[in-house]
């Protein structure tokens, strides 16, 4: 990756979420128990999914990836978060910013293509159950991963390239408790009209070619679902694919939010980033698992298998 001419200014300031020093006693108390429950859950979930043979189909496949992305996406920023929370200088470099930047675009635009291809799994197995394990066949799940990834490692790539090649000059100060691509905007002395528009068309092109399956998947899926006769039926296919449908909410609307308003540093910003980056990642292994009978008989079975004692 190749650096623009960043002499004068060799590193930011991140202001975080507060400046009063018994807040952020609270905060990093909060946060610390966040990215416990994070790391565990994940954790758990890749676990007992990787343990448990009856969870060894697509939908789990996902599942485990969704888990690491998680687990990846929360360590990018929260332990940086949690040592400024106790630090009275909260600078990062230029080069750490960007490269927390591009780790922050390459996992949740990761994330953003892999829950989309989670939602088309929900559709061929609600939809076409008859048909389902050809629909979802192991080589074509391995190529919407792969896919996945390839796909977030573009973005990621064409928009911090692009933001590397920026000039700092005078502000320094980032109004955020991490690095991400648009805030760095604002600090540069450089003309970012290129940078600005394309990283709009990205997300805009990211967001909407990933949000749009999504919304084709469950429009045929209600449908389907209501043409059920039995009240049982109907609440036993909507329950396969609330949970995803959970996640789907979380991650795009504070994600979407996100990286469409103008940066400001305002609260709303920072609650956003805080929402799809650091609570998200918490939630989605207590979604699947709470609204997931499946997953609870695994866990069980889990314990039992490398813990007697709990059976």
């Known amino acids: 990756m190749t650096l623009g001419n960043h002499s004068t200014i060799t590193e930011f300031l991140l202001l975080g979420l507060s400046s009063d020093p018994h807040i952020q006693a609270v905060l990093f108390v909060l946060f610390l128990e966040i990215y416990f429950l994070t790391l565990m859950g994940n954790l758990m979930m890749l676990l007992v999914i990787r343990a ?3 969870l060894h189909t697509p939908m789990y496949f996902f599942l485990s990836h969704l888990s690491f992305l998680d ?23 230029v080069k750490g910013c960007l490269a927390q930047g591009f780790f922050v675009l390459i996992t949740a635009g990761t994330e953003c293509f892999l829950l989309s291809a989670m939602a088309y799994d ?9 048909l389902y394990q050809q629909m979802m066949r192991k080589q074509l799940c391995v190529q919407l991963l ?10 990621a790539f064409l928009n911090t390239l692009l933001a590397a090649n920026l000039d700092f000059c005078e502000n320094h ?27 709009l068309c990205s997300s805009l092109t990211h967001g ?7 919304v084709f998947s469950y429009a045929h899926i209600v449908s389907t679902i209501l043409s059920i006769s039995s009240t ?15 996640a789907v909410t979380f991650f795009f609307g504070s994600g979407f939010l996100r990286y469409l308003m103008p940066t400001s540093g305002s609260p709303l910003e920072l609650i956003f980033s805080v929402q799809y980056g650091v609570v998200t990642p918490m939630l989605n292994p207590l979604i ?16 039992g298998k490398y813990l007697p004692c709990s059976r």
């Open 71 to 93: 687990l990846c996406l929360s360590s990018v920023t929260v332990p940086k978060m949690l040592k400024d929370l106790l630090s009275e200088t909260k600078t990062i470099s």
């Open 288 to 303: 699947y698992s709470l609204k997931n009978k499946e997953v609870k008989a695994a866990v069980r079975r889990t314990l």
């Open 52 to 54: 448990d043979s009856h």
């Open 173 to 199: 100060t980032i109004s955020h408790y991490s690095c991400e691509v648009p805030s760095l905007f604002s600090l540069s002395c450089s003309d970012v009209s290129t940078n600005f528009t394309v990283l």
């Open 122 to 130: 929900r559709y061929a197995a609600i939809c076409h159950p008859l």
């Open 208 to 214: 909407f070619g990933t949000l749009l399956p999504i």
């Open 146 to 155: 792969w896919g996945s990834w390839g796909l977030g490692s573009l973005n």
């Open 232 to 246: 049982a039926g109907r609440s036993k296919a909507f329950s396969t694919c609330s949970s995803h449908l959970t």
